[in-house]
T-cell receptor
Framework: AQSVTQPDIHITVSEGASLELRCNYS??????LFWYVQSPGQGLQLLLK??????LVQGIKGFEAEFKRSQSSFNLRKPSVHWSDAAEYFC????????????FGSGTRLQVQP | DGGITQSPKYLFRKEGQNVTLSCEQNLNHDAMYWYRQDPGQGLRLIYYSQIVNDFQKGDIAEGYSVSREKKESFPLTVTSAQKNPTAFYLCASSPREAGRETQYFGPGTRLLVL
């Protein structure tokens, strides 16, 4: 069965420190890959996406992600975290055929210490 | 401004009652989706529609129904058959053109049972 795994339920980093959120997927082929961010009680905002091409993808708010086919991973990174980055982060994948709906990981909650 | 609106923001359901959640988009997207989010979990697909007058069940469709009579609208009805409806409901839409199937989300509706 297709699945998306975010192994870290909760991460705490200090403001100004670097950040890496992990995401692994299990699909037969390379899917479309996404990272979304959700503030409490809000909808999801798209941070970045990968469809094809360059495996290092730049997104909004200074985030980037790298697709590694050999590891079936799409980890999210930020060199210097700001207090406003505290939120929940979801990795999601979609196939390029069929229903195209997203399959989500269970999310990683990021806490930022001053 | 283009976007997705969901109403109401909060909805209360009594036992045995059907309730309908509204989702409207003015992005001219063909595809629309409904997801359910429970605390500490990722989003799960309820129903999706890739074109007007057509929709398909997602992974957790039991106890829910939808209609897609207009391109802009995709209402979700939570029926009395849904025994555990308390959750956060998110609507999304996307284009259908290949390479552009990025989903954009509304602000969500929180459904509570009285």
């Amino acid at each position: 069965a297709q699945s998306v795994t975010q192994p870290d339920i909760h991460i705490t980093v200090s403001e100004g420190a670097s950040l890496e959120l992990r995401c692994n997927y299990s699909y037969g082929a390379t899917p479309y890959l996404f990272w979304y961010v959700q503030s409490p009680g809000q909808g999801l905002q798209l941070l970045l996406k990968y469809f094809s091409g360059d495996t290092l993808v730049q997104g909004i708010k200074g985030f980037e992600a790298e697709f590694k086919r050999s590891q079936s991973s799409f980890n999210l990174r930020k060199p210097s975290v700001h207090w406003s980055d505290a939120a929940e982060y979801f990795c999601a994948v979609a196939l390029d055929t069929g229903r195209r709906a997203l399959t989500f990981g269970s999310g990683t909650r990021l806490q930022v210490q001053p | 401004d283009g976007g997705i609106t969901q109403s109401p923001k909060y909805l209360f359901r009594k036992e045995g009652q059907n309730v309908t959640l509204s989702c409207e988009q003015n992005l001219n997207h063909d595809a629309m989706y409904w997801y359910r989010q429970d605390p500490g979990q990722g989003l799960r697909l309820i129903y999706y529609s890739q074109i007007v007058n057509d929709f398909q069940k997602g992974d957790i469709a039991e106890g829910y129904s939808v209609s897609r009579e207009k391109k802009e609208s995709f209402p979700l009805t939570v029926t009395s058959a849904q025994k555990n409806p308390t959750a956060f409901y998110l609507c999304a839409s996307s284009p259908r053109e290949a390479g552009r199937e990025t989903q954009y989300f509304g602000p969500g509706t929180r459904l509570l049972v009285l």
